[in-house]
């Protein structure tokens, strides 16, 4: 192994807390094409044990490093051609750990227009700049006077010429630019304003027409309102430092002096130099590191907010799954009508229909009896009610109907429909429903959602499920990156059935990508069910090493092979068969079996090809074979008597859904179609840095209502068995507004109440048509 690739190892194993070796055989791993699942799976005897989470970390900062790598090779060849590549200034390249480290070197060789300090020394004045540098009892005046001839017109002229020699020397000297970017690290302000005449146009940034604070601790949430402001040209954005220093040299201003021994005061030349380095700083310092912290900001809060979404998608991928049942999605809408779709335990769909309960048909006997009749014909189980405009009249229609029905009875659950209407209009909802209107799929998407989250949002672009904050802010290309990693750990964390998996789904196995998945779905349709996973390698293209990648992530149920029901590698069946046969079991009456799996000695069956990492991974899974990852399914409970947020008083608890959590807390749904904010300082009756430890997405919390906010839209909640305090936290107001996810107001007036007796007629009526 190369020098270089020992340093990235050995840089690497510090920041994900590994070994180095541990490092090189990941990366190793990796250039051979493996994908992260599949090393963090199967791959733990090679690698120590490195998991997802430091791998992910692992893959991010190799390509960072290489490209610093690559970088450095370029700078190091253009300074050599030039002729001024010294040991010394090579060896200060080769320690350069940051491409901002680099540049900062490589700036006084970088080739690059025609400067004031390149015209000065053609003019002849470079042995000046040096002499007032060197020589302090020199009189500048003086000095400068041999030197007027020619282009340089008098003493000035040649003083100036001068200073911008120095003042490039000054600008140009990487170890000062590294102390200055410190001191602007530590002392820099961020301050916004208000631009002239937008106060009423941009109301929604009115926190921070008049705000400051420090750079260093700027969060992610906040520096991302006032970056979105400034594009929208209604704030204006400064870095300040040493604002409010009223002394005649200002800290930045003596750094650059104290790194040239410039006094101020004693020798003639000192008073000259002195202002060269106030002009160094002024004219060009300031201002391009300025620039400098406030592109480090924009990438810190992006960062972050990368980060959160990540997480948030994680958490809503990995929700529980309601099972497979058959299900009814409901669209709701309501001058369109809301859009009804049943499909049955597989996702298939197996009919729609759209009812106009609401204005201006104000059909809701008719409604009613439809949804009984779809109720009853298909024998229902779950109905799944998206959250948009009208979701809280829809629900109520589907309880009133519910009341009436006799035992058993479909469970009714709100969902999100975050992206159903890209999904709607996309080109695999096309294919796969080319004969169906758009409108309707919405309703197919909201409820398979419920039955198998994973599932159907593979389907949607990640970026348009809405679990983020700023998402439309911040670089696209590595947050489709990060949620492309979240999506294909999630995936193959799950598992996905071989025979029933959707090509978007298969898509997202390590290994498969979208050509081979749409392979893999024609060879089933062409040749059947697969009956063991070795007959993936009859698929065209697939070849032994996307085998290798994407077998244990496949299950088959019912097949040839009970191993292919589990997450057990086909490389590893021999492993698995010496474990069986020791315990004179057959291997169908052995799996979960966990008192005789317990006792065996994992050591035992450690042998030259799998370590004990691989034996103990296959133990429990045949103790639990094919289990799923995910919670149990649950659903919060919304009060029938809160429907809008003027129903909301302070101190109502609450059922709700977290639907996203930030830096800054966590957004509820209560089943007001507006989130309310639980402030992080509300989450629970402790301490709570990251309120990620506290709550995800999907899950289903009581909250406290403790200030309403009707006509801007903000609800505060908290989370805290005993919260006495009815105010609300400054930041919990200011984020509230800025960031809470929106859902559509429900359009007035609300439905008609339905005549005396017009639901038990609509029941009789769906019944009678069973």
């Known amino acids: 192994m190369s020098a270089q690739a020992d340093e990235i190892s050995r840089l690497i194993a510090v920041e994900i807390a590994a070994q180095p070796r541990q490092v090189s055989a990941a990366v190793a791993l990796l250039d051979e094409g493996a994908t992260v699942p599949f090393i963090a799976r199967y791959r733990k005897e090679i690698t120590g044990g490195l998991d997802d989470t430091q791998l992910r970390t692992l893959e991010e900062r190799l390509g960072y490093l290489r490209e610093l790598a690559s970088r450095r090779a370029t700078v190091l060849e253009s300074i050599r051609s030039q002729g001024k590549l010294s040991d010394a200034l090579e060896a200060q390249i080769a320690a350069a750990l940051t491409k901002a480290e680099l540049e900062d070197l490589y700036l006084p060789y970088k080739p690059r227009r025609r400067t004031r300090a390149e015209i000065a020394r053609e003019r002849g004045l470079g042995p000046l700049a040096e002499a007032l540098l060197d020589d302090r009892a020199l009189i500048p005046a003086e000095a400068a006077a041999a030197y007027v001839q020619g282009e340089i017109g008098d003493v000035k002229a040649a003083l100036e010429g001068a200073r911008d020699i120095l003042m490039e020397r000054f600008a140009e000297n990487a170890e000062l630019l590294g102390r200055l970017r410190a001191h602007m690290k530590t002392h820099a302000v961020l301050r916004a304003k208000v631009a002239e005449g937008k106060q009423e146009a941009g109301a929604k ?140 335990h597989t996702g298939k769909l197996v009919d729609t229909a759209t009812v106009y309960p609401f204005q201006p048909r104000n059909d809701l006997r008719g409604a009613q009896a439809e949804i009984a009749r779809l109720i009853a014909q298909h024998r229902v189980e779950l109905i799944a009610i998206g959250n948009g405009t009208a979701s809280r009249e829809t629900d109520k229609l589907v309880a009133d109907l519910l009341a009436n029905l006799a035992p058993p009875k479909p469970i009714k659950v709100v969902v999100s429909e975050a992206g159903a209407s890209v999904y709607s209009a996309s080109a695999t909802a096309a294919a796969e429903f080319p004969n169906l209107d758009v409108s309707l799929r919405g309703a197919v998407s909201i409820a398979r959602r419920l039955q198998d989250p994973l599932a159907e949002l593979v389907k949607i672009e990640p970026r348009a499920i809405g679990v983020g904050q700023y998402q439309h802010d911040v670089d696209q290309y590595r947050l489709a990156k990060m949620l492309d990693a979240v999506v294909e750990d999630a995936v193959n ?105 317990r006792a065996l000695d994992p050591r035992k069956f450690v042998d030259d090809h799998f370590g004990l990492p691989t034996v103990r991974d296959i133990l429990v899974e045949l103790e639990k074979p094919g289990r799923d990852p995910r919670p149990e399914f649950r659903t919060a409970t919304f009060n029938d008597d809160v429907h ?50 506290v709550v995800k997405a999907g899950d289903v919390v009581k909250v406290r209502v403790v200030d309403v906010d009707a006509k801007r839209k903000r609800i505060a909640l908290s989370m805290k068995k005993d919260d006495g305090d009815a105010g609300v936290p400054s930041s919990t107001a200011r984020t509230a507004a800025t960031h809470a996810p929106r859902k559509p107001a429900p359009q007035k007036p609300r439905p008609a109440a339905a005549p005396q007796g017009s639901l038990g007629a609509a029941l009789f009526d769906a019944l009678q048509r069973k």
């Open 644 to 693: 809008d947020i003027k129903d909301l008083k302070p101190g109502m608890m609450l059922e709700g859904t977290v639907t996203n959590v930030a830096a800054f807390g966590a957004f509820i749904d209560i089943g007001v179609h507006q989130d309310g904010l639980v402030h992080v300082s509300r989450l629970a009756d402790r301490y709570v840095k990251d309120p990620h430890d």
């Open 493 to 597: 964390a799950v598992g996905v059935d071989l025979n029933t998996a959707s090509a978007s789904l298969l898509a997202r196995v390590s290994g498969l990508g979208g050509s081979l998945a749409e392979a893999i779905v024609a060879h089933r349709d062409q040749a059947g069910a697969f009956r063991t996973r070795r007959e993936l390698l009859e698929v065209a293209r697939l070849g032994p090493k996307t085998f290798e990648q994407c077998a244990g992530f496949l299950r088959i149920g019912n097949g040839d092979e009970p191993l292919d029901a589990s997450s057990v590698h086909p490389e590893a069946y021999g492993l698995a068969a010496r474990i069986v046969a020791a315990c004179g079991r057959d291997l169908r009456t052995l799996m979960g079996d966990s008192k005789t799996l």
């Open 205 to 344: 940034f009115s926190d921070y027409f008049d705000h400051h604070e420090r750079w260093a601790t700027v969060p992610s949430h906040r520096a991302l309102a006032m970056l979105r402001g400034r594009n929208e040209e209604v704030l204006t954005l400064e870095i300040e430092v040493d604002a409010d220093d009223v002394s005649t040299l200002k800290p930045a201003e003596k750094m650059i002096a104290d790194a040239y021994a410039i006094p101020a005061g004693g020798a003639a030349a000192n008073a000259w130099l002195l202002d060269v380095a106030k002009w160094t700083w002024r004219v060009k310092l300031s201002f391009s590191l300025a620039m400098d912290l406030m592109m480090e900001m924009r990438e810190r809060a992006e960062d972050e907010a990368i980060h959160v979404f990540a997480r948030n998608l994680k958490d809503l991928l990995l929700a529980a799954p309601a099972g497979s049942k058959a299900t009814m999605g409901l669209d709701p809408g309501i001058r369109t009508g809301v859009k009804l779709a049943v499909v049955d």
